[in-house]
């Protein structure tokens, strides 16, 4: 079993649908989690950072974090297409070496 | 300020051989991190170095190996190449162990 799975995608919506996007860890020791943006060819980037369990807000997206089912989300607001591209949940206890799901592939048709 | 930078960008090679991968981490940045990424796993660590000294590694075989310089450029080698390998290597930098990771665009690897 993988440290973090990931629902696989892909997803498909309407410009100014809302997005979900949904992982499971397994390690009761995360206490990092994060969401990455990987457009094609490119390399993954930062999107969201949360500490712990709780909401982080910033702009059209929010992290969610439950620790008691150990579930981690991304909702995407008013989706627009510059947002089609693969997204990447990762955990870690503090180290560097996060723990990454394997992505799921949106697409935000106009 | 320059991003992470990855050489080559893609390379094919046969099984068998090995490679070496290039990174140069960003201006200041002092820890680097390895990581493959392929369809079925996504991504999975491989090492991280800070001042030269490997500080993690993940659960890959020694074929997989690793170093850092003092200006913290860092270099992968994987050797006898199977074609398993075949796989998008991306390396990342931070300030620090534990700091915000900046990916570069990767290496992709094709093993024929």
């Known amino acids: 079993q993988k440290e973090v799975e990931q629902d696989p995608g892909p997803l498909s919506v309407p410009e100014g649908a809302i997005v979900s996007l949904n992982c499971t860890y397994s390690?009761?020791?995360?206490?990092?989690f994060m969401w990455y943006r990987q457009y094609s060819r490119k390399g993954p980037e930062l999107l969201m950072y949360?500490?712990?369990?709780g909401n982080k807000e910033d702009g059209r997206f929010t992290a969610q974090v439950d620790k008691s089912s150990k579930y981690i989300s991304l909702f995407i607001r008013d989706s627009q297409p510059s947002d089609s591209a693969t997204y990447l949940c990762?955990?870690?206890?503090?180290?560097?070496?996060?723990?990454f799901g394997t992505g799921t592939r949106l697409t935000v048709i106009p | 300020k320059a991003g992470v930078t990855q050489t080559p960008r893609y390379l094919i090679k046969t099984r068998g051989q090995q490679v070496t991968l290039s990174c140069s981490p960003i201006?200041?940045?002092?820890?680097v991190s390895w990581y493959q990424q392929t369809p079925g796993q996504g991504l999975q660590f491989l090492f991280e170095y800070f001042s030269e000294t490997q500080r993690n590694k993940g659960n890959f075989p020694g074929r997989f190996s690793g170093r850092q310089f003092s200006n913290s450029r860092s270099e992968m080698n994987v050797s006898t190449l199977e074609l398993g390998d075949s796989a998008l290597y991306l390396c990342a930098s931070s300030t620090v162990p534990g700091g915000e990771l900046f990916f570069g665009e990767g290496s992709r690897l094709t093993v024929l």
């Open positions: 390690n009761s020791a995360f206490q990092y």
């Open positions: 201006s200041g940045h002092r820890s």
């Open positions: 990762a955990s870690t206890s503090g180290a560097n070496n996060l723990f």
């Open positions: 949360t500490y712990s369990s």
